[in-house]
């Protein structure tokens, strides 16, 4: 008759009962649970008086506890139907803590006896059917908790898989157990975050309960089942006590799905950067649905292939955490309608502008194969179909232009006014705009595409014929157009510090940036408005519809006025005609195409910064018409703000007031997305890429690891406005609360033309984003100060403060602290 049984040798519950067998299956898959061995049922048998010993068992179990180890002990039951799949018998028997070695064979005894309690009987009543009977007894190494309690892998409650219930107590968890204290409750959902139910935790960091949260999880995947665990920390770290099978219904097991999304923000952050509105997302995706379903047919792709791939073109984008990233699975779906993507995915794949490169699990799957034989023959022949629409596109681009800007400002120049303007009015206005100009972006669209190839021509071409000299000049034409409208604004702000200065009133107008304070100025005054009636829609992040445009908050441009007129006039860059004839003298071929294909490529860049600001103006309008329809919204009772309008879907604002809502309480679910936008602003951005498999809606990321520090002192960008300077650098992430003082040198990772103010105060600018045609390096050509763009990670790289070193022509940047 076995009376005592090993830790390792405990695998049957019909002899160790069920918590035992538990237990040994937890010490053998490696964790840390306190040494243990288990008394058999069969070592007691009823007596007169209590409980009888069997011969032999006190020399048994003195030597066991020997080889166990100094107490105190907890002496616990193990029967064969406790801790089982359908029936736990929780807190049905008896448990002794703090045990000391002398008095385990009491304590045993005493557990023993609780099979046989009146509560046991009815628990078996009522739950199993069976007899009384004794249980085993584990006799278990104390542990001195300093914090203990219990754990679900599932919760009970809800009956929802993948989120873990962690309750504890400070010391010992037996009081908890017993349901006779209440613990601190954490639940840490699918998405890894701890929350607690108490607004200050006492007894667990978030670190803890994660821990703990780990620990019921590994026990289930080392269970097969969803586990209820009692855990506890010590001196020496965390340890789990025992572990059941959860024993209510809970909801069935998602079935496998391992279907890919991708989600990469490298790209779309330059222009949504940090949390995006509701309605600004709503209103992006279906502006890249309308655009590029344009944009395929243009380079060839068929009516029908179009509407057959349709949910492809809705779905480009993803709303993560409140961030906007592109659905890249769907980008390389599109580009593999396009002619000749059998010939060359390479090539194609780097037109979506990411960071890393596509899986092969998706490019393996996605697309034809390498065209071979007559197939790629008839590649070809579809390419050259596309070149020669796109030569008849570029003839009639004049054309496609000019009949853009007149629909535009019959839309912007209508005699609407939005300030008295009903809801139903507004919607209709709205409409407009889509049947007008969004589901109509032919001119911005085909000028766009014809620039990234004129560009890219023109730039490999002089490089060709002229070396590093040919880049030179390709920079100073494409970017020093003094009639380009992107360098219009820095023009103007120079011409108004002019006048504020010789008014000598750059201090006062710093110190008080409102246009109240120009009262006595006239002139200066006038020259703002006018600057506001062309630009009052340009802001910070100005694709958002939720940002303030300059018209509603001025400060940003008079600071910027102040901050000119505060720093020395410098000479203005003007872009330069070349010398083609002295550029080419013995070849009249290479100077009559230089002269054209560069000249031909400058108006395309011209022509896109242009089509860009209207591109603004036409927001601007969406967003003053969306925000006249949240003032008669609050105005109705339906919204407690007009900004609230921003917390809505365009397709919840129009169907409230076109009748296709699906819900009347607006304001709850304005509610509902600022508790969670609240909530996503104050955690950190989700990274740069983020992978998901199943459903798409509720993605899971690990946190972003910081950077390690990079040692190296000098890394090169691209130069693209000329200059050297050697200043303090300051890395600025958001210019509507972060400033530049006079003469640092910004460094950002993207701009727009809300940092107009943090420019002029600027000597030079290093930018992480950006290419040869960005915002940044057009405004710096018009300040005359260097401009270095595409330096991938300088806002981790470079330090806050530290001395920097910027080369605007080689696009060279230095950090100089590091060589002293």
């Known amino acids: 008759m076995t009376l005592i049984v090993s830790q390792s040798d405990a695998t049957d519950p019909s002899q160790v009962g069920g918590k035992a067998a538990a237990l040994s299956n937890l010490a053998r898959h490696g964790f840390n649970s306190p040494?243990?061995?288990?008394?058999?049922?069969?070592?007691?048998?009823?007596?007169?008086?209590?409980?009888?010993?069997?011969?032999?068992?006190?020399?048994?179990?003195?030597?066991?506890?020997?080889?166990?180890?100094?107490?105190?002990?907890?002496?616990?039951?193990?029967?064969?139907?406790?801790?089982?799949?359908?029936?736990?018998?929780?807190?049905?028997?008896?448990t002794v803590l703090n045990v000391s070695g002398g008095n385990v064979l009491g304590a045993a005894k005493r557990v023993w006896q609780s099979g046989f309690a009146e509560t046991v009987a009815t628990y078996r009543a009522v739950k199993t059917g069976g007899a009384a009977e004794a249980p085993a007894i584990i006799v278990q190494r104390m542990i001195d908790a300093t914090a203990a309690g219990v754990a679900f892998s599932a919760d009970p409650v809800t009956g929802q898989r993948n989120t873990v219930i962690v309750s504890a107590v400070k010391g010992l968890g037996d009081a908890l157990v017993a349901g006779e204290v209440d613990?601190?409750?954490?639940?840490?959902?699918?998405?890894?975050?701890?929350?607690?139910?108490?607004?200050?935790?006492?007894?667990?960091?978030?670190?803890?309960?994660?821990?703990?949260?780990?620990?019921?999880?590994?026990?289930?995947?080392?269970?097969?089942?969803?586990?209820?665990?009692?855990?506890?920390?010590?001196?020496?770290?965390?340890?789990?006590?025992?572990?059941?099978?959860?024993?209510?219904a809970l909801r069935p097991a998602a079935l496998p799905d391992e279907s890919l999304t991708i989600f990469d923000n490298s790209n779309i952050v330059e222009s949504y950067p940090g949390m995006v509105s509701p309605l600004t997302y709503?209103?992006?995706?279906?502006?890249?649905?309308?655009?590029?379903?344009?944009?395929?047919?243009?380079?060839?792709?068929?009516?029908?292939?179009v509407a057959r791939h349709g949910a492809l073109f809705d779905n480009f984008l993803g709303r993560i955490d409140g961030r906007?990233?592109?659905?890249?699975?769907?980008?390389?779906?599109?580009?593999?309608?396009?002619?000749?993507?059998?010939?060359?995915?390479?090539?194609?794949?780097?037109?979506?502008?990411?960071?890393?490169?596509?899986?092969?699990?998706?490019?393996?799957?996605?697309?034809?194969?390498?065209?071979?034989?007559?197939?790629?023959?008839?590649?070809?022949?579809?390419?050259?179909?596309?070149?020669?629409?796109?030569?008849?596109?570029?003839?009639?681009?004049?054309?496609?232009?000019r009949n853009f800007y007149n629909r535009l400002n019959d839309v912007l120049d209508r005699d609407l006014d939005i300030e008295t303007a009903n809801a139903t009015e507004l919607a209709a206005e709205y409409r407009e705009i889509e049947s007008t100009l969004l589901d109509r972006w032919d001119a911005p669209l085909v000028n766009d595409f014809l620039c990234m190839i004129a560009f890219g021509a023109s730039r490999n071409l002089l490089h060709k014929w002229l070396g590093e000299d040919g880049l030179a000049l390709h920079n100073d034409v494409m970017i020093g157009q003094g009639d380009i409208v992107s360098a219009e604004p820095a023009q103007r702000i120079a011409r108004m510090a002019h006048m504020v200065r010789d008014a000598g009133i750059a201090d006062h107008l710093s110190a008080d940036c409102r246009l109240e304070t120009l009262d006595p100025y006239p002139p200066i005054k006038d020259e703002v408005q006018?600057?506001?009636?062309?630009?009052?829609?340009?802001?910070?992040?100005?694709?958002?519809?939720?940002?303030?445009?300059?018209?509603?908050?001025?400060?940003?441009?008079?600071?910027?006025?102040?901050?000119?007129?505060?720093?020395?006039?410098?000479?203005?860059?003007?872009?330069?005609?070349?010398?083609?004839?002295?550029?080419?003298?013995?070849?009249?071929?290479?100077?009559?195409?230089?002269?054209?294909?560069?000249?031909?490529?400058?108006?395309r860049v011209r022509d896109r910064e242009n089509l860009r600001f209207e591109r603004t103006r036409i927001f601007?309008?969406?967003?003053?018409?969306?925000?006249?329809?949240?003032?008669?919204?609050?105005?109705?009772?339906?919204?407690?703000?007009?900004?609230?309008?921003?917390?809505?879907?365009?397709?919840?604002?129009?169907?409230?007031?076109?009748?296709?809502?699906?819900?009347?309480?607006?304001?709850?679910?304005?509610?509902?997305?600022?508790?969670?936008?609240?909530?996503?602003?104050?955690?950190?951005?989700?990274?740069?890429?983020?992978?998901?498999?199943?459903?798409?809606?509720?993605?899971?990321?690990?946190?972003?690891?910081?950077?390690?520090?990079?040692?190296?002192?000098?890394?090169?960008?691209?130069?693209?406005?000329?200059?050297?300077?050697?200043?303090k650098a300051r890395v600025i992430r958001d210019p509507?609360?972060?400033?530049?003082?006079?003469?640092?040198?910004?460094?950002?990772?993207?701009?727009?033309?809300?940092?107009?103010a943090v420019f002029s105060n600027a000597s030079a600018i290093v930018v992480e984003r950006g290419s040869l045609l960005s915002h940044s390096a057009i405004v710096a050509r018009e300040l005359g100060i260097p401009c270095v763009v595409g330096l991938k990670g300088a806002t981790q790289w470079i330090r806050d403060g530290e001395t920097l070193s910027v080369d605007g022509v080689s696009g060279k940047v230095e950090r100089c602290d590091e060589a002293e």
């Open 282 to 305: 709503s209103f992006a995706v279906h502006v890249y649905g309308r655009v590029y379903r344009a944009f395929v047919r243009l380079l060839g792709v068929s009516d029908k292939a």
């Open 736 to 756: 509507r609360t972060e400033a530049l003082q006079l003469g640092d040198i910004l460094v950002a990772r993207h701009t727009d033309p809300g940092w107009i």
């Open 324 to 401: 906007v990233y592109y659905n890249l699975v769907n980008w390389y779906r599109a580009l593999a309608l396009l002619p000749g993507f059998s010939l060359n995915r390479d090539y194609m794949e780097t037109m979506m502008g990411v960071s890393e490169p596509m899986p092969s699990e998706i490019t393996d799957q996605i697309g034809p194969p390498p065209a071979k034989g007559a197939r790629k023959i008839w590649e070809y022949a579809k390419l050259a179909g596309v070149a020669c629409g796109l030569i008849w596109q570029a003839l009639r681009l004049p054309r496609t232009r």
């Open 530 to 603: 006018s600057y506001l009636d062309k630009f009052g829609d340009r802001c910070t992040e100005e694709l958002k519809l939720e940002s303030i445009p300059l018209r509603d908050d001025p400060s940003s441009l008079l600071m910027a006025v102040a901050a000119s007129a505060a720093r020395p006039e410098s000479a203005r860059h003007t872009g330069r005609e070349p010398d083609w004839t002295s550029l080419f003298p013995a070849n009249p071929v290479k100077r009559h195409l230089s002269k054209w294909i560069v000249g031909w490529a400058k108006a």
């Open 620 to 727: 601007g309008h969406a967003r003053r018409v969306f925000l006249g329809i949240g003032r008669e919204f609050a105005a109705r009772g339906l919204l407690a703000e007009p900004r609230d309008v921003f917390h809505l879907t365009t397709h919840e604002v129009l169907g409230a007031v076109e009748g296709f809502s699906l819900s009347p309480d607006l304001k709850a679910i304005v509610a509902q997305r600022q508790r969670e936008d609240r909530a996503s602003s104050e955690r950190p951005d989700p990274p740069e890429r983020i992978e998901i498999r199943g459903p798409a809606i509720a993605p899971i990321w690990a946190a972003a690891e910081l950077p390690e520090g990079d040692g190296e002192r000098v890394k090169t960008g691209t130069g693209c406005s000329a200059g050297q300077v050697t200043a």
């Open 35 to 94: 040494a243990f061995f288990v008394i058999t049922d069969a070592a007691f048998r009823k007596g007169k008086s209590g409980p009888v010993a069997a011969r032999g068992l006190k020399g048994a179990l003195d030597a066991a506890l020997d080889a166990l180890g100094p107490g105190p002990y907890a002496v616990r039951s193990s029967g064969r139907a406790e801790d089982g799949a359908d029936h736990s018998h929780a807190g049905q028997f008896d």
């Open 183 to 248: 613990g601190e409750d954490w639940t840490i959902g699918q998405n890894g975050r701890p929350e607690c139910a108490h607004a200050t935790p006492q007894i667990l960091t978030p670190d803890h309960a994660l821990r703990v949260a780990a620990l019921a999880r590994q026990a289930e995947e080392a269970c097969g089942t969803p586990q209820d665990i009692e855990w506890a920390f010590d001196a020496d770290g965390l340890h789990i006590l025992q572990t059941r099978p959860i024993t209510t």
